[in-house]
């Protein structure tokens, strides 16, 4: 048996790169086309490939190597012979849709009919009194409207679905407590006072800066950042502000301040739960409030449809107030004239110290009474924020709010 020899096949090494070198490679001067390995290539009998392909994303996903690269894709013909039509026949509706229609195109039709008899009545025989059976149909008209509205009416208010949601109480209800007197909002909201004459200025304590005009001409392009100004302000409640003490002795039976006054006039629009105290020394009527009370704090989407939630979030009702609270507080400073020259009242500050007039904010309390009829006198301490020069040169007092817009997406 003769031997068999194994001969090694010549390697040449590629000493520039990987691979073989440009002078033995067989293919070198032949033309190929470049192609991607995403690529699916056609086959004899391809079963794993997608035949009915979405066309809509083939420029997005397709290799970009050469033209002509899409030629070993299978695309796929529609058949005309498959083509159908789409069934657009009216689907048939529930028995309660049909009764409903029914029910409204009679008393439309009934409706109609009546109008025209009692033109056709008001034509031939004149304006006349309208007979029993005239009465008796017209009130059967009503009740069949005051009973579609109540069916149908509310249907689209989205009101109806949203749930109430349980807030805390401002104070807590003990089981001791007699309720004396219940008032709905309804009868509050037609409460009116209509000959309330002119305030009477009873005195007039503090001292106020003048407005800066220049914040007027402010834009979106003349921007300004809110700066924090530094300066004490007061929160006295009714019986601890030591004016009121004084005038109650020779004046007025009801007092309050314009915070506390201002919450009762809006307790028919508002949600968010609050409380007032009042004490009754004889025959006069102090309203206070709580060192805890929510009066004074600044409410952001009260009475929205989605207003901020309650939790402890950095958007919550609390937080956005407390905001509120301090963005106005430092704007009514802000714009305003300081380091300057104060319109001086007769009277000083009566809440703060003689070392303290430098420290304090730019605050008039001016002490207001207006006979509301009945016996009945009502003084209220009024805050004003600063003074400014009207066209005819005369002095305005002026009070300044800031309105807190904290999204944007839901107050538009």
């Not at 034509?123 to 029993?132: I, M, V």
């Not at 009042?278 to 704090?297: A, N, P, Q, Y």
């Not at 305003?336 to 303290?356: G, S, T």
């Amino acid at each position: 048996m003769p031997e068999v020899h194994f001969q090694a096949p010549v390697v040449i090494e590629n000493k520039d790169g990987w691979g073989p070198t440009e002078d033995t490679f067989q293919y070198k001067d032949m033309p190929y086309q470049p192609y991607s390995k995403g690529d699916q290539l056609g086959k004899i009998a391809d079963w794993t490939g997608t035949i009915y392909g979405d066309k809509r994303i083939n420029n997005r996903y397709r290799s970009q190597f050469g033209v002509g690269v899409g030629m070993y894709q299978y695309i796929h013909e529609d058949d005309e012979n498959t083509f159908q039509l789409v069934d657009s026949t009216r689907l048939p509706k529930p028995a309660y849709q049909k009764r409903t229609r029914f029910q409204q195109n009679r008393f439309r039709q009934q409706q109609n009919q009546n109008n025209r008899f009692a033109q056709m009545q008001k034509t031939f025989t004149g304006p006349q009194k309208k007979s029993k059976i005239m009465k008796n149909l017209e009130m059967d008209q009503m009740r069949q409207m005051r009973k579609w509205q109540k069916q149908f009416g509310n249907r689209t208010d989205p009101r109806q679905y949203q749930q109430a949601k349980q807030r805390e109480p401002s104070v807590r209800v003990r089981e001791d407590w007699q309720v004396i007197e219940e008032i709905p909002f309804t009868s509050l909201a037609k409460l009116s006072l209509p000959n309330v004459s002119e305030p009477e200025e009873l005195s007039v304590w503090g001292s106020l800066e003048y407005y800066d005009k220049r914040y007027d001409r402010i834009t979106t392009k003349t921007e300004k950042k809110l700066i924090m100004v530094n300066r004490l302000i007061h929160k006295i409640t009714t019986t601890k502000d030591p004016v009121i003490r004084q005038i109650c002795k020779t004046h007025g039976n009801v007092f309050a301040t314009d915070a506390i006054i201002s919450t009762l006039m809006c307790c028919t629009r508002s949600v968010y739960p609050w409380d007032i105290v009042v004490d009754k020394l004889g025959t006069r009527l102090f309203f206070d409030k709580r060192e805890d009370s929510t009066i004074d704090m600044l409410t952001i989407n009260e009475t929205a449809n989605e207003p901020p939630p309650e939790d402890g979030t950095m958007d919550s009702a609390k937080n956005l107030g407390m905001e509120a609270v301090f963005i106005n507080h430092n704007f009514a400073q802000q714009v305003l004239k300081m380091n300057e020259e104060r319109y001086k009242f007769p009277n000083r500050n009566p809440f703060i110290q003689p070392d303290e007039e430098n420290e304090a904010a730019s605050v008039a309390y001016r002490y207001r009474s207006w006979d509301l009829g009945n016996n009945q006198t009502i003084v209220i301490r009024c805050e004003q924020d600063c003074v400014q020069i009207g066209p005819n040169g005369e002095e305005q007092f002026v009070n300044i709010k800031a309105l807190n817009e904290w999204n944007p997406k839901v107050f538009r």
